[in-house]
């Protein structure tokens, strides 16, 4: 069936260190795939959104690229600050007819100043 | 733009008492999607519905859950006789109405059940 993989439940860093979050997905067909950024107390947000007609997105200095070769779609950015701590979904859009998105488990990032 | 509007954003019930919970889409949306969060399952897809149609319930637990969509500017997701496994964040999220459209998320209700 459909999935979405997010390996990684927590990740601590320092401000200024690289991120990056392993994402993997299993479908049939190329879904639109998707970051959302969820803060306490709040529900998920849009981060970035990519579909196989552009490959790449980029938002708040997050970037992600969908590799349908590995099926992946790995969130990284380059300098993390300690505003970035939340926690991370992977999703999967709508495939095989329904609406609905498929997340990841999520991974929590804790930012240290 | 208000965005997806959740109420209440806490509810307590007792065990075998009926929650309902609410949800006003963003205006012009036409897609109004129900997602459970908890601990241990994660974020969970229950039902949609599209101008104001149930098009996918296959998420809704069987027995106990129910959501309507009495017309396009809300819609609710009644749970009956509530057990302690129900307790979790219950989201409503809107989309403009094509299939690839972001999802826009509410606050979520958060239900306990004791």
């Known amino acids: 069936g459909d999935s979405v993989i997010q390996m990684q439940g927590q990740v601590t860093l320092s401000e200024n260190d690289f991120l990056f979050i392993n994402c993997t997905y299993s479908t049939t067909g190329y879904p639109t795939l998707f970051w959302y950024v969820q803060y306490s107390g709040e529900g998920p947000q849009l981060l970035l959104q990519?579909?196989?007609?552009?490959n790449k997105g980029s938002s708040r200095g997050f970037e992600a690229t969908y590799d349908k070769g590995t099926t992946s779609f790995h969130l990284q950015k380059t300098s993390v600050q300690e505003i970035d701590s939340a926690v991370y979904y992977c999703a999967m859009g709508p495939s095989s007819g329904s609406w609905q998105l498929i997340f990841g488990s999520g991974t929590q990032l804790t930012v240290m100043p | 733009n208000a965005g997806v509007i959740q109420t209440p954003r806490h509810k307590v019930t007792g065990k075998g008492q009926e929650a309902t919970l609410w949800c006003e889409p963003i205006s012009g949306h036409s897609a109004v999607f129900w997602y459970r969060q908890t601990i241990v399952q994660g974020l969970e897809f229950l039902t949609y519905f599209r101008n104001q149609a149930p098009i996918d319930d296959s998420g809704m637990p069987k027995e106990r859950f129910s959501a309507q969509m009495p017309n396009q500017s809300h819609s609710t997701l009644k749970i009956q006789s509530t057990q302690p496994q129900d307790s979790a964040v219950y989201l409503c999220?809107?989309?403009?109405?094509?299939?690839?459209?972001?999802?826009?998320f509410g606050p979520g209700t958060r239900l306990l059940v004791l």
């Open positions: 999220a809107s989309s403009p109405g094509w299939d690839q459209d972001t999802q826009y």
């Open positions: 990519v579909t196989t007609a552009n």
